[in-house]
């Protein structure tokens, strides 16, 4: 009976495609790589972080009973699981990397969550779903990957019901002086050198994610982002740094 739902389950995933086509971009490259170890990796490289940071996010949902919730850019689909664990609604992740969403189905299987949690390929600018459908939208360590984060935040919010709650968490960079020129040491040295052992899609992530990260917070800073938001119908805006800044997650409710 299980090997049946699997099976129902992965072809579901293949299927459940947007009406725009995924074509091949920067972040499905970059994940594809490291999808096998994505979940032991991240936690090692942000210094066992990664899931604190993950479950200060869904604390900062107010979910009743039931609500529907969106979460895009599930990866492997760690938060889907994190708001199923706390939260009696349906979760619906969506990713546009096949690998990382083959990743994240059998962990939803292995937590028996599957009937609860739905995983489909496609991408944020595009989202197959119908205008106020979901209860809650979040979303993580997504804009840096988009060419047009004002369109994206656009059509997460088109897709969020009046009420609903949109929260994200994303890489910062710290503010404080000597703590920044460690984190700018780690990113460009340490962090490149120490994947370079690990695999040869974990050095690319290495390499990559420091001046990525630099680059999106000088174009699109805190405040900018949080400008987006008001602009697309959430009104106020609620912001809290993580480890001294190293990461942001920031929440608010769609306004009428």
């Known amino acids: 009976?299980?090997?049946?739902?699997?099976?129902?389950?992965?072809?579901?995933?293949v299927e459940s495609q947007p009406a725009v086509p995924v074509r091949r971009t920067l972040a499905q490259d970059l994940f594809d790589g490291v999808a096998p170890s994505y979940d032991t990796w991240a936690q090692v490289?942000?210094?066992?972080?990664?899931?604190?940071?993950?479950?200060?996010?869904?604390?900062?949902?107010?979910?009743?009973p039931g609500n529907l919730v969106l979460d895009v850019c599930t990866g492997t689909a760690g938060v889907?699981?994190?708001?199923?664990?706390?939260?009696?609604?349906?979760?619906?992740?969506?990713?546009v990397s096949h690998l990382m969403l083959q990743a994240g189905l059998r962990a939803v299987e292995k937590q028996s969550l599957d009937g609860r949690v739905q995983l489909i390929q496609g991408r944020a600018e595009h989202l197959p779903f119908p205008d106020e459908t979901f209860d809650a939208?979040?979303?993580?360590?997504?804009?840096?990957?988009?060419?047009?984060?004002?369109?994206?935040?656009?059509e997460l919010s088109r897709v969020l019901k009046t009420g609903g709650e949109?929260?994200?968490l994303?890489?910062?960079?710290p503010e404080a002086l000597w703590v920044r020129t460690l984190w700018r040491i780690y990113n460009r040295v340490v962090m490149p050198v120490m994947t370079i052992p690990v695999s040869r899609g974990w050095h690319r992530m290495g390499c990559f994610?420091?001046?990525?990260?630099?680059?999106?917070?000088?174009?699109?800073?805190?405040?900018?982002?949080?400008?987006?938001?008001?602009?697309?119908?959430?009104?106020?805006?609620?912001?809290?740094?993580?480890?001294?800044?190293?990461?942001?997650?920031?929440?608010?409710?769609?306004?009428?």
């Open 137 to 154: 939208v979040v979303f993580t360590y997504l804009l840096r990957y988009v060419q047009d984060p004002d369109a994206t935040i656009r």
């Open 1 to 13: 009976m299980k090997t049946k739902k699997r099976e129902h389950r992965s072809a579901s995933l």
């Open 209 to 256: 994610l420091g001046p990525n990260i630099s680059e999106f917070c000088r174009r699109c800073p805190v405040e900018r982002i949080a400008a987006i938001w008001r602009e697309n119908g959430i009104p106020l805006v609620e912001t809290r740094p993580l480890l001294k800044g190293a990461a942001i997650v920031m929440w608010g409710t769609k306004g009428r």
């Open 80 to 95: 889907a699981m994190e708001i199923a664990d706390h939260h009696d609604g349906q979760i619906v992740g969506l990713d």
């Open 45 to 64: 490289l942000t210094f066992f972080q990664y899931l604190r940071w993950r479950e200060f996010l869904v604390s900062r949902m107010a979910l009743r």
């Open 170 to 173: 994303e890489f910062g960079i």
């Open 166 to 168: 949109l929260l994200s």
